[in-house]
């Protein structure tokens, strides 16, 4: 096929050879490139994807840690002291006597729920209660390295009240408002709980 440029304007004639030298440059370009990554990656092999820089002024980010280091030595005095309590057979009256007299000290709040696990599962009220509120987000005592967890605070709470505590009812209305809060505020967990509350 013969193309005749007579008749038009030489600047006419020289767009078009720019226009078809710009498409076969980037057709031969793109050829390559598409040949050096498929030789790049061998059979069986995925190419590893193109991670994007972050922008300069950001830190990378650093995932947090599930939970908080304690803050003391793992064999801390109090916790052996416990440990021991429990390997000679304390009753529950004693553990959460033992919970409550624990001197303050960084890792008393875990010593003492080592305690007063034993004893509210022993059937022991009080020690119920006390376990309630170290799941209690509402509570403002130390709770160590417990995570709060209200789901499982309603639940001590419940065995406190069926065991007695009236005191128990107190901190079920406040859990219940500050779920309440939560829910409104589109908390899954919370709307759950809320679900099973009865």
């Known amino acids: 096929m013969k193309y005749n440029f007579e008749g038009q304007e030489p600047r006419t004639h020289r767009w078009i050879l720019i226009t ?97 696990e034993y004893a509210a599962e022993s059937g022991h009220a009080e020690a119920a209660l006390i376990m309630a509120q170290y799941f209690d987000p509402t509570s403002i005592d130390d709770s160590g390295t417990i995570i709060k967890d209200p789901a499982t605070a309603y639940e001590w709470y419940q065995v406190a009240l069926s065991g007695g505590q009236p005191e128990a009812q107190n901190h079920l209305s406040d859990l219940r408002h500050w779920l309440q809060k939560e829910a409104a505020q589109g908390s899954r967990e919370a709307q759950e709980v809320l679900t099973n509350w009865q």
Not at 21 to 50: D, H, K, L, N, S
Request: without cysteine.
């Open 20 to 116: 078809v030298a710009i498409v076969i440059t980037v057709v031969v370009g793109a050829y390559f490139a598409w040949r050096g990554i498929r030789q790049a990656v061998t059979p069986g092999e995925m190419a590893e994807p193109t991670k994007l820089p972050r922008m300069a002024s950001l830190p990378p980010k650093q995932e947090a840690p599930m939970h908080a280091p304690p803050p003391y030595k793992p064999d801390a005095p109090l916790l052996e002291q416990v440990r021991k309590a429990m390997r000679e057979g304390i009753d529950p009256q004693a553990a959460v006597v033992l919970a409550k007299s624990l001197p303050q000290k960084p890792e008393r709040a875990d010593a003492a729920f080592i305690l007063l």
